[in-house]
């Protein structure tokens, strides 16, 4: 989101905050009617290698993805289309879109867990304990490139096969090979005696 598009998103926010209308928070298109608990962990792994002189060195960190968790209390009359449009999403494990109470909007959220408490004093109403998970998304670019492969010098994954030819000896190769036969040959009469 820009620059812009972030202070009129927080100057709306203001003003409706001013006026006493309260934003509905939305999870995938469905309206969250009472978020008691919103809480955002924000973690990193931190490497660490045992080195000679026994001691632990750390040399890379890596952000972790944000992971959220909800309380929701849906009492709307709507709360069974929600419960199955909620079961849907985890389902399909699509990214979706998280807006919280008019303030923060995530993006790339999938649903990771639903817990669900039913109360027998409480009929018509579902409260869920949702774990969010915020992805990250690659994206593969493809390219039209055409290798020629002779001037590469590859055969482009294909093995070449090539047939070992055999020369003949030449002429001193000749008179060694004369010589080692005799001296066997020598050998061999000298054990039998």
Request: glycine letters at 6%; hydrophobic letters at 35%.
């Amino acid at each position: 989101m820009s620059l812009w598009g972030q202070l009129q998103q927080e100057a709306t926010s203001l003003v409706k905050n001013f006026l006493g209308i309260k934003e509905k928070s939305l999870l995938g298109g469905i309206q969250l009617h009472v978020i008691s608990d919103k809480s955002r962990s924000i973690s990193a792994t931190v490497t660490n290698r045992r080195v000679e002189k026994g001691f632990n060195i750390s040399d890379t960190v890596r952000k972790e993805p944000l992971i959220f968790q909800l309380t929701v209390v849906d009492n709307s009359k709507d709360y069974m289309l929600n419960r199955q449009s909620l079961e849907k999403m985890l389902e399909a494990g699509e990214p979706i879109e998280f807006y919280y109470s008019g303030r923060d909007l995530y993006q790339n959220i999938v649903i990771e867990n639903i817990e669900e408490l039913e109360q027998a004093d409480r009929k018509n109403c579902f409260t869920y304990y949702i774990t969010l998970r915020q992805i990250s998304v690659a994206e593969i670019k493809a390219t039209d490139s055409k290798v020629d492969y002779k001037k590469a010098g590859s055969t482009g994954g294909k093995k070449k096969r090539i047939a070992a030819t055999v020369k003949s000896p030449t002429s001193l190769e000749n008179t060694k090979i004369a010589e080692k036969q005799k001296e066997r040959k020598k050998t061999g009469l000298k054990n039998i005696f």
